[in-house]
Structures are given as structure tokens and as C-alpha cells.
Nanobody, 124 residues
Framework: QVQLVESGGGLVQAGGSLRLSCAAS????????MGWFRQASGKEREFVTS????????YYADSVKGRFTISRDNAKNTVSLQMNSVKPEDTAVYYC?????????????????WGQGTQVTVSS
């Protein structure tokens, strides 16, 4: 079992920056591929970005490519999402996600564990 706790959400103006963090506990963090999904009000949850356990492969949704950066620190059991040049359409609940390292983390069906989510609101 893996427990995931997000932090860092809040209100930010369009064009600004925000950094989300996810702390993992329960098992060997370095064995897991980690990622972020988001769900806007009235919409389906969608993939944002993911990083492999080794950090050697990273994926981004086209909508955030060039603006968001995912990173992980296996020594601290954390994964972070740096959000730059945010837009009102980035407003959503952001969820930290994890899966074992047998495959990539790129869709809802890949997720083994979810965090509780953190709200990000971008004002125009």
C-alpha cells in the first residue's frame, strides 16, 4: 500500500507560478512510477505528467508541455510539479498518482494509488 499526500495548491494569477508536492509513504518509493492528474469541475480526470522510478523518462500532456515540470527526489520520497505560466484553464483539483514500475503511468487505468487531491485555482 502506498499513501500519497499532496500540498501546495492555492490561488494564483494567470501567468504566475505554483509548485505542488506529493509525499509518499508505505513502500519503497523508488520502485514506483509517479505522476499528476487533474480534474476540472464538470470534466473527466485527465493525465498531466508522469516520471519513471529512475527519472529517465518523463511524459507531459500537450496542454502543459513547456510550462509544467515534474521532478522526483527518491531520497525524500517526494514528487513535485512546478507549474509556470499558468492559465485559467489549468484550474482543477490536482491528484498525485502512483503505480508499480512494470509499466508507464499515462492514463487513469494505469494508476494504482491516488492522493486526496489539492485545489489549484488560476484567476484571469
Amino acid at each position: 500500500q502506498v499513501q500519497l499526500v499532496e500540498s501546495g495548491g492555492g490561488l494564483v494569477q494567470a501567468g504566475g507560478s505554483l509548485r505542488l508536492s506529493c509525499a509518499a509513504s508505505g513502500r519503497t518509493f523508488s520502485n514506483y512510477n509517479m505522476g499528476w492528474f487533474r480534474q476540472a469541475s464538470g470534466k473527466e480526470r485527465e493525465f498531466v505528467t508522469s516520471i519513471r522510478w529512475s527519472g529517465d523518462r518523463i511524459y507531459y500532456a500537450d496542454s502543459v508541455k513547456g510550462r509544467f515540470t515534474i521532478s522526483r527526489d527518491n531520497a525524500k520520497n517526494t514528487v513535485s510539479l512546478q507549474m509556470n505560466s499558468v492559465k485559467p484553464e489549468d484550474t482543477a483539483v490536482y491528484y498525485c498518482a502512483a503505480r508499480n514500475n512494470y509499466g508507464d503511468l499515462r492514463s487513469l487505468g494505469d494508476v494504482g494509488w491516488w492522493g486526496q487531491g489539492t485545489q489549484v485555482t488560476v484567476s484571469s
